[in-house]
């Protein structure tokens, strides 16, 4: 697998994406997700030209932390239990699924910083996924002025697994234009300038659609274990 071969395409297609809707292709990064590969290909993502590496578990962060150090920014992308986050949080750039005022509660109390945090959304209402409903998100993001430690830079999303493009884009508007409602508040604590959504499968939809974050796993690095 040629990682930086792979790279070229992913911000070739990004670039198209973006041309359609009159937006700046550096205004998209790419999250490599290294769940499922080795630390030795994660650093040939960086090799590469990757900048960000996103990890699921708290011991592949730590694991890949420790050979990779502060060349990348870190992204925590899975769902989180409130007594891992001590095991994260030293390591950790961004948190893409705080979806509860538990986990909140948590990461405030355990940061010796500002935590940058997405709220994760799940758009679609499946049974499956993790992330608080989409009528619940605003009163939410309003509850975040409690937590000092806590920013919300914006809001994270997971499609289905659908070839169907318009589901595809739905999921991801409602995202956009729930961004939207949570600006206009101008919340201090909640710029909320960022979207997290797409990955192998849809991030050329969901770019189209204002993602400011795409995440992509085995279109970019493949899938090792």
């Not at 490599?32 to 290909?41: D, R």
């Not at 040939?44 to 694991?63: F, Y």
């Not at 239990?81 to 005022?101: A, C, G, M, T």
């Not at 430690?149 to 994270?156: D, K, P, T």
Request: with cysteine.
């Amino acid at each position: 697998m040629n990682i930086q071969q792979n790279l070229s395409v992913i911000q070739s297609n990004i670039s198209e994406a973006c041309k359609k809707k009159n937006r700046k292709p550096e205004d998209v990064k790419i999250i490599a997700v290294t769940k499922y590969v080795s630390t030795e290909t994660a650093e040939d993502a960086v090799k590469s030209g990757v900048e960000h590496i996103g990890e699921n578990r708290p011991e592949g962060l730590k694991e890949k932390y420790e050979v990779l150090g502060d060349d990348v920014t870190w992204h925590f992308i899975g769902s989180l239990q409130s007594r891992k986050v001590k095991e994260i949080l030293p390591y950790v750039d961004y948190i893409h699924s705080l979806d509860r005022l538990s986990l909140a509660k948590e990461i405030d109390k355990r940061a010796d910083r500002v935590i940058n945090c997405f709220v994760q959304v799940n758009v679609s209402g499946e049974e499956t996924k993790h992330g608080m409903l989409a009528e619940k998100t605003l009163s939410f993001v309003d509850n975040m002025k409690e937590f000092p430690n806590i920013r919300i830079v914006g809001l994270m999303t997971m499609a289905p697994h659908s070839e169907d493009e318009e589901t595809l884009r739905s999921v991801f508007s409602t995202l956009k234009q729930l961004q939207n409602d949570i600006q206009s508040k101008h919340y201090e604590f909640a710029p909320c300038t960022e979207l997290s959504m797409g990955m192998s499968n849809d991030y050329e939809i969901a770019v189209q659609e204002g993602a400011t974050f795409v995440r992509i796993g085995t279109s970019l690095v493949g899938k090792e274990f």
